[in-house]
C-alpha cells in the first residue's frame, strides 16, 4: 500500500487537484469499497463532525486496535491508524508531554501557563494527570482552544475521569473559537503562555494564513516562552490515499516554508526535530 501511494503520488500531483475530479471520482468507485470496512478509514470519508482528523479518529490511533464490520476491515484498520503517518500522530503525546515536564523543571514553584491549539483529545494532558504529582498538575495552568464543541465536551469528560481515577485536581479553562482571531491580530487572552502548542491545525492552513498566526502568538508568549507546531511535510507518504480515496486534504510543507512562518519575529530561535 505504501509503495502504490509513493507511485500514485509521482504520477499525480494530489495537492494541486481540484476537489472531486475524475482521478478522486475513479478511486471512490474502485478503491474505496476495500476500505469501507475499515472504522477509521471509513470515519475519514464520512466526516461525521464535517472534517476529518477529529477527536475520535485521534483515539483510534491512540487506541492502536482492530475495529471494524469484518476481520479484512479490522485489518486495515490497524494498518491505517498505525502506519508512519498515524505514527507521526502518536508521537505526540510524549513530545508535548516532555515540553510540560521541562517547563515545570524550568520554572520551579512559579506556575506555568500553556495553551493547546485545535486541542483535540489532549490525551497528552490525560497522560500527565496520571504521572504528575499533585503539587506540579496545581502549577498547571492549561487552555484548550478549539472550534468544535464536541471535542471540546470530550476532553472535559475524558481529562476529568483522569482526575477521579487518580484523584487529582487541575486548572483548566475550555474555549471555543476559531483560531483565526490570532491571525486577525485579536488579543484573546489576558494572560501570556510559556508554552503554546498545536499538532495538527496547521496542515490545514496555508503559508500565508500560518505566518499571520505565527506572528500574532509569539506575542502572547512569556519571557522564554516557546512555541511548538508541526506540520506534515511533501514527503508524506501517505497523501496520495488520503486525497484521492478520503479527500483528507492536507496542505503539505517544505522545512523552508515553514521557517519562514517566523520572519517577521524578531528574536526568534529556531529548534529543529
Not at 502504490?4 to 495537492?15: C, G, P, Q, S
Not at 494527570?129 to 471535542?151: F, G
Not at 511535510?233 to 496520495?240: E, I, S
Amino acid at each position: 500500500i505504501v509503495g502504490l501511494n509513493k507511485e500514485v503520488a509521482t504520477i499525480i500531483d494530489v495537492e494541486t487537484m481540484e476537489p472531486h475530479s475524475d482521478y478522486h471520482l475513479l478511486f471512490e468507485e474502485n478503491i474505496y469499497p476495500y476500505f469501507e470496512g475499515a472504522d477509521y478509514s471509513r470515519r475519514a470519508k464520512e466526516k461525521p463532525l464535517g472534517y476529518a482528523g477529529d477527536y475520535e479518529m485521534m483515539n483510534q490511533i491512540y487506541r492502536s486496535t482492530f475495529e471494524g464490520k469484518d476481520l479484512f476491515g479490522k485489518i486495515l484498520h490497524h494498518y491505517t491508524a498505525t502506519e508512519v503517518s498515524a505514527q507521526s500522530v502518536y508521537f505526540r503525546r510524549p513530545y508535548f508531554c516532555e515540553h510540560y515536564k521541562r517547563i515545570l523543571k524550568e520554572k520551579p514553584g512559579q506556575d506555568v501557563h500553556i495553551l493547546s491549539l485545535a486541542s483535540g483529545p489532549c490525551v497528552e494532558f490525560q497522560q500527565l494527570i496520571a504521572d504528575l504529582p499533585q503539587e506540579d498538575l496545581s502549577r498547571l495552568k492549561l487552555t484548550l482552544l478549539d472550534l468544535d464543541p464536541k471535542s471540546l465536551e470530550h476532553a472535559q469528560s475524558k481529562i476529568y475521569e483522569q482526575c477521579l481515577r487518580y484523584d487529582k485536581t487541575v486548572n483548566i479553562q475550555f474555549v471555543r473559537t476559531s483560531v483565526r482571531v490570532f491571525a486577525e491580530g485579536k488579543n484573546v487572552f489576558e494572560n501570556k503562555f510559556d508554552l503554546i502548542y498545536s499538532g495538527g491545525l496547521f496542515d490545514y492552513l496555508d503559508n500565508q494564513v500560518s505566518t499571520a498566526i505565527v506572528t500574532n502568538l509569539y506575542g502572547h508568549l512569556n519571557e522564554g516562552g516557546r512555541m511548538s507546531i508541526g506540520n506534515f511535510t511533501k514527503d508524506d507518504t501517505t497523501k496520495a490515499f488520503c486525497h484521492l480515496i478520503f479527500e483528507w486534504h492536507l496542505i503539505h510543507k517544505t522545512e523552508e516554508e515553514i521557517v519562514a512562518w517566523g520572519k517577521y519575529i524578531k528574536n526568534l530561535s529556531l529548534i529543529h526535530i
